[in-house]
């Protein structure tokens, strides 16, 4: 319910018991766009690419509200983040905070998942800011393009950097 809820279509067969490992195919617009609910108190907001668009004077000639439901309770997505920051403080992606990591020293509060598919095939971030959620996916659609081993073919060795190096060009960035 709580899948269905954070609008990822499941096919029965999907439905099993270790789904809770993520072992269907998802996009990353589905993950980024469920993970989006833990830091909005539990909400759920349809993503998009375009908000509002103005002409010269600033008329808004379009203006896009999303539709928000609640998937979950706050101290449901609080804990699930709590967790996911323990993530990024200690676990898989610890390198994040690490300065001496070209893609590290990102010291800002960040929650996150590293994911690995089988035989090395995809390799995942998923990271949660107060103010953005982003996920990084690298891997090719066909699964036989993979890395040889766990060295370089987990997520927090190819997604995870990635994640960090366009984390250090936004935070020098002070006008964003």
């Known amino acids: 319910k709580l899948m269905r809820d954070l ?12 789904m809770c490992l993520g072992v269907m195919d998802l996009s990353l617009l ?6 989006g609910a833990f830091v909005n108190k539990g909400i759920y907001s349809d993503p998009t690419a375009l ?3 103005e002409d010269r004077h600033g008329n808004v000639l379009y203006e896009y509200f999303p539709e928000q439901i609640e998937v979950m309770s ?12 323990r993530v990024v403080l200690g676990g898989t992606g610890g ?3 690490q300065s001496w990591r070209d893609w590290g020293g990102i010291m800002h509060p960040t929650a996150g998942k590293t994911g ?20 990084v996916w690298v891997g090719a659609e066909d699964m036989a393009v993979r890395f040889r081993s766990m060295e370089w073919g987990q997520g927090a060795r190819m997604a995870l950097p990635i994640y960090g190096y366009m984390m250090q060009k936004v935070y020098a960035d002070k006008s964003i």
């Open 30 to 35: 589905q993950l980024t766009a469920a993970q």
């Open 7 to 18: 609008r990822i279509e499941l096919r029965e067969e999907d439905i099993v018991p270790a």
């Open 74 to 85: 706050e101290d449901l997505a609080y804990a699930t983040l709590d967790i996911m920051r």
């Open 116 to 135: 690995t598919t089988q035989n090395n095939s995809d390799g995942w971030f998923m990271a949660i800011t107060p103010d953005l959620v982003t996920g």
């Open 51 to 53: 908000m509002r668009i």
């Open 95 to 97: 390198s994040l905070r």
